[in-house]
């Protein structure tokens, strides 16, 4: 498992907004990816990057309550002014990339980041074979 | 830049508060319910009256529980144009009909009206039930009250800080926080929890307790905001050895227990979901967080909901001082 800066993040996922200038010598090892606030809250680790394609200010509150140490958000999406203004106040790194979810977690696997999800469920339903 | 089409240029700020308010709220909410209807075999003579009498500029045209068509304003002209002879509604109304569902986000009804260029909208439920009607003006209207409120809330309070709890008691050795939660606030939803959060950190609790803690508050706050009518409470009791959270409201309660306790049933609206939450999954959240757990409800008066965590440690040391170190360090 590698460990990878916020700063360096920022470069592998081709961030295109200027980011906050905080919290960017973070060290990231373990990532949860997904659009559930409520699935983020059940099993990311504390200290996980979050990667998510939610862009609203309870994406910080999610990530503040749950200890996390930065946020993606992919897609492209421009940020509401009142996640920025919670992300500056919980000293939470934001980064944004045009890259899609699964280019962005593609890219962060193979820098080396390893899945941040304390247990994953089962499936409900069984898959087509 | 982009501004709102035949409104005066605002700054950016405004123009984000009220789309995001028009994806907050539920065309259910902004909609005249139970609208006067008439019968495709109608007379247009008394859907002429009907629309002087009722003040409207619109009328459903049902054929039972079946939306068949909408008579506007524009149609009457349209026929007092042509003569105004003696005809059923069915000849003039206009059809297909274009309609928006009562659980859709409010911006849908307005990309709808600036798409379809209609003066109104039926609303139907998820059974495709007529249950309201809903103009550009009633959007407005909704969305001048909302901003005021807040507007007037935010003066009373600092923006941006954690909410503050309405009394912090400390007796005997036990810290009482109690914090009001609104409904459908979305904005300040999870405020709470961070402020029981920092409260914690300040105290000196592990840090790993804190967190659950922190993420219980947070589902219950979430849970009160969503699915209550009127907001509710929420308290955290700190004792030497032991946090209890409880949520207490006032309605609507839950009718099936087990049901809402089986992770993944939600009854939450899809604007809740594009939020990222209403998946299903936040009183097992809070269940497994703590240590001790339970949910009394009544459909009709409310629910409360009780986590609680034990605090081994917090004995064998001095208020004030960490426990443990707190697991991320570089954010102070």
Known sequence: VAIVKVLELARLLEAKAPLRTHGLGAEVTVVHAGDQMSEVLASAVAGSLLVTGLTNGQVVRTAEVAGLSAIVIVGGKPLLSETIQAADRAGIPVIQTGLSMFEACGRLHAAGLRCGARRV????????? | MSHPPGGPPVSDGEFTKIQELLYELAVAEVMTPRPVTARASDPMESAK????THRISGIPIADGPDLVGI??????IRWLEAGGEAACIEAWMTRPVHTVRADEAAIQAVTKFGRTRVGRLPVLDEAGVLVGIVTPGDIIGRVLRVLDRRYRVDERRVQDQPLEPQEALSEGGVMRVHYQVAARDFERAGAAATGIKRLLGRLGVDAAVTRRVSIAAYEAEMNLAIHTDRGGQLIAEIRPDEISLEAIDEGPGIPDLD???????STAPDWVRALGFGAGMGLNNMKRCGDGFSIRSSPGEGTVVRVSFNLPSLTESAPGIPVSAPLSAQGR
Do not use: K, N
Request: no cysteine; glycine share 4%; proline share 12%.
């Open chain 1, 121 to 129: 469920p089962e499936p409900r339903v069984a898959l087509p074979r």
């Open chain 2, 49 to 52: 009256a009907l629309m002087r």
């Open chain 2, 71 to 76: 008579l506007s304003v524009e149609d009457v």
């Open chain 2, 259 to 265: 049901r809402a306790m089986t992770e993944g049933f």
